[in-house]
């Protein structure tokens, strides 16, 4: 193993050496004990700055988890947010069903982590659930052929669908809580609505005949557009955020990673 | 508690020797910038023969399009990539679909062959089981579609759907050169 990139203070240095000397073979790090990190196992990420990221809406690196509750209604159980606290890790995202743009690639984060899990055996320790912002639309149904449609493993039992009951709820769960806003874009098609950040030229262009009535009640259903907050929340077993995958949709390799880092050096 | 700060230095130091264009790290970029490209397993399907393809082949102007059968975008757009591969079928040009989602537990091999003939793909078709051509390519979705020059350097790039038109300039604009 090669040396800490980090500043190291030798003398704690040496201190975690003589702790951890009999369990594992250590290189030098001397912990981060003097940014409020200690509850956990990632670094923080690249150009972290604590003040930015203490006025962030969303929970940003090494906060806790809000503690808020929403129904399952495929599993037909209540999840609270803190009920993982000292039993998994919980990756959180906020999705709405019809979107085609940034929210597949939410989605398919979670489906990665969870097929992961799976494979290499932590799916006892990982728990996945996506959070609808659009529950007068995504009722039980559609959202377990959401479920359904990204392949998730449904028999595994490490995935939940929560779902606000009203909008109002949602709003509170969702935005007051997590920081994420989302608002119903009455202008939508125009490619810039949707902060990932990839220079796409934008999901729409071919439906520009369908775009400007909005109709958004109608169920031509996937018209509807929201604008909204791309988050992935990756809290630990603790409690505490190990990262905040935003604004950008994360490539799921990078989210395993970080995965596997947190389960293995817990 | 100690393990941790130890697994969290050598994550930092990864992140670091990363580093260069991409964020995501990992990318091995050759001088003249192109992507390193990979060996990826290719499926027998209408189009494609089992066995394995480099992604993107270096010396061949390339067209690749990250896909997932869950994605309804990706089906929809099909046709307009089949009349694309249609039109360049006779070049040089290598055309290639890559599945990224996981493959083996609640999707297999035979889903992602059973999508492509309902679809009507006609081109190879290969799987990014190990996520690094994703990676590389920081494609944070599906589909993603790609023109590579023949120096593996991505020229064009595309989240979402692609109109004919578009895909073949920037095709075009390439084979052309």
Redesign the interface.
Do not use: H, I, K
């Given at each position: 193993m090669t040396p800490d990139p980090r500043p190291v203070d030798r003398r704690t240095f040496l201190q975690a050496t003589a702790v951890a000397g009999a369990t594992v073979a250590v290189a030098g790090c001397a912990g981060s004990d003097d940014d409020g990190t200690d509850n956990v196992v990632l670094p923080p990420p690249e150009d972290y700055d604590e003040v930015v990221a203490e006025e962030m809406a969303i929970p940003t690196y090494g906060e806790q988890v809000p503690e808020l509750a929403a129904p399952d209604p495929i599993r037909d159980v209540d999840v609270t947010t803190t009920q993982f606290v000292g039993d998994s890790h919980s990756m959180y995202t906020f999705v709405f069903t019809r979107c085609e743009e940034a929210c597949s690639g939410l989605m398919a984060n979670l489906r990665h982590a969870q097929e992961d899990s799976i494979n290499e055996g932590y799916d006892d320790e990982l728990v996945l659930l996506n959070v609808t912002f659009d529950p007068e639309y995504d009722t039980a149904e559609v959202l377990d052929q959401y479920e359904r449609d990204y392949s998730i493993d449904q028999d595994v039992g490490n995935f939940y669908s929560l779902r606000p009951e009203t909008p109002a709820e949602a709003e509170e769960f969702v935005t007051d809580g997590f920081g994420v806003a989302f608002e119903e874009d009455e202008s939508h098609g125009h490619g810039d609505d949707d902060d990932h950040g990839n220079g796409h030229d934008n999901g729409h262009d071919d439906n520009d005949d369908h775009d400007n009535g909005h109709d958004d009640n109608g169920h031509d259903g996937d018209r509807v557009h929201y604008a909204h907050t791309n988050l992935i929340l990756f809290v630990n077993r603790d409690g505490y955020v190990e990262r905040a995958y935003h604004p950008d949709v994360p490539t799921p390799a990078d989210v395993i990673e970080d995965v596997q880092t947190v389960v293995e050096g817990w | 508690?100690?393990?941790?700060?130890?697994?969290?230095?050598?994550?930092?130091?990864t992140?670091?020797a990363a580093g260069g264009a991409y964020?995501?790290g990992v990318v091995d970029v050759s001088d003249d910038g192109g992507i390193e490209p990979f060996e990826l397993e290719t499926l027998e399907a209408p189009g494609s023969d089992a066995g394995t393809a480099i992604v993107p082949e270096p010396g061949r102007v390339t067209f690749l399009e990250l896909f997932?059968?869950?994605?309804?975008?990706c089906a929809q757009t099909m046709p307009t990539k089949g009349d694309v591969f249609d039109e360049y079928a006779e070049t040089d040009l290598q055309f290639v679909s890559v599945t990224?989602?996981?493959i083996?537990?609640?999707?297999t091999r035979d889903d992602v062959v059973d999508w492509w003939e309902t679809h009507e793909g006609r081109w190879p078709v290969a799987m990014d089981g190990?996520?690094?051509l994703?990676?590389t390519l920081?494609?944070?979705?599906?589909p993603y579609s790609f023109v590579l020059d023949e120096n593996n350097v991505v020229t064009w790039?595309?989240?979402?759907?692609t109109?004919a038109d578009?895909l073949q300039s920037a095709i075009g604009s390439q084979l052309d050169d």
């Open positions: - | 508690m100690r393990r941790r700060d130890l697994l969290a230095g050598a994550a930092a130091l992140a670091t964020a995501f997932a059968t869950w994605c309804d975008v990224n989602e996981p083996g537990n609640t999707v190990d996520l690094e994703t990676q920081d494609a944070a979705g599906v790039s595309n989240y979402g759907r109109s578009g």
